[in-house]
């Protein structure tokens, strides 16, 4: 009879065992003052559950997004392959990463895209991400040149390390297309208050029987920045100024008061 109660004891106080998925991860900060720099990063998140949002585009958020809704189960057997990284300014301008002849980012066949071989020139490789990359790409006047290496070593259809990119201006900039930024450090990108838009598009690979959702998954993701009117430093000081003339002014009321 002690043995049976005590097993059922030992049946309560077991653990729970909770499955980790792994998705995609986005950030960038959720504010900057004008003409500052916009820091997409690129990584992976992890959580006990998935967000069940229909494969493609998802609402855009702000800071740091994770996209578990096209997640895996196995940290090292999976990863997500970047073809396409954009910002649009609040004037509706656009810049696309790419390589340093040209914009854009090559998007293999075995992944759904048109291409063949192992990179095809002029674009840029595919950015991949798995658990343990974090990439930092920023997005400012004069940026462009940076490479990046993958603890994938050598993934199927691109190569590591990968780069450099480069940032660009595309048709229907109002700065005028096919200008790269670093070599036009007048264009400043990130000057116009407003709601600014980092949109990253790209695949969830994973072996079959790897994982029990879809083994090549489309995601495009929107990350949200906001550039007030003011610098936030100025800004700061406008709204401490004005509370301090409101203390003053309360202050000197009631010394005046009868």
């Known amino acids: 009879?002690?043995?049976?109660?005590?097993?059922?004891?030992?049946g309560f106080v077991s653990p729970v065992l909770a499955q980790t998925y792994y998705?995609?991860?986005f950030a960038t900060p959720a504010a900057i003052s004008p003409g500052?720099?916009?820091n997409i990063v690129l990584s992976t998140g992890s959580g006990p559950g998935i967000v069940p949002l229909p494969q493609g585009s998802s609402t855009p958020c702000s800071g740091n997004c994770v996209y578990p809704q096209q997640p895996w189960t196995t940290a090292t057997s999976c990863f997500y392959s970047i073809h396409e990284v954009t910002v649009t300014d609040p004037s509706g301008n656009e810049y696309m990463l790419g390589s340093s002849v040209m914009s854009g980012l090559y998007w293999p066949a075995a992944y759904g895209g048109s291409g063949s071989g192992t990179s095809v020139p002029p674009q840029a490789d595919a950015l991949n991400v798995t658990v343990g990359d974090s990439f930092t790409i920023p997005f400012a006047a004069g940026a462009g040149g940076f490479s990046f290496t993958s603890v994938l070593g050598n993934p199927p259809n691109d190569v590591s390390p990968a780069g450099p990119y480069y940032w660009w201006t595309v048709a229907g900039n109002t700065y005028g297309s096919n200008l790269r930024l670093d070599q036009n450090p007048s264009i400043n990108p990130t000057v116009t208050h407003g709601m600014y838009t980092a949109d990253v598009e790209g695949n969830v690979i994973c072996?079959?029987?790897?994982?029990?959702?879809?083994?090549?998954?489309f995601f495009d993701a929107g990350i949200i920045t906001i550039t007030p009117q003011f610098p936030l430093s100025i800004a700061f000081v406008t709204v401490s100024g004005v509370l301090?003339?409101?203390l003053i002014k309360r202050s000197r009321a009631s010394i005046t008061k009868p």
């Open 1 to 10: 009879m002690l043995l049976a109660v005590a097993g059922l004891l030992l």
């Open 23 to 25: 998705g995609p991860s």
């Open 36 to 38: 500052g720099t916009i």
């Open 207 to 217: 072996p079959v029987g790897s994982t029990p959702f879809t083994a090549n998954l």
């Open 244 to 246: 301090v003339l409101a």
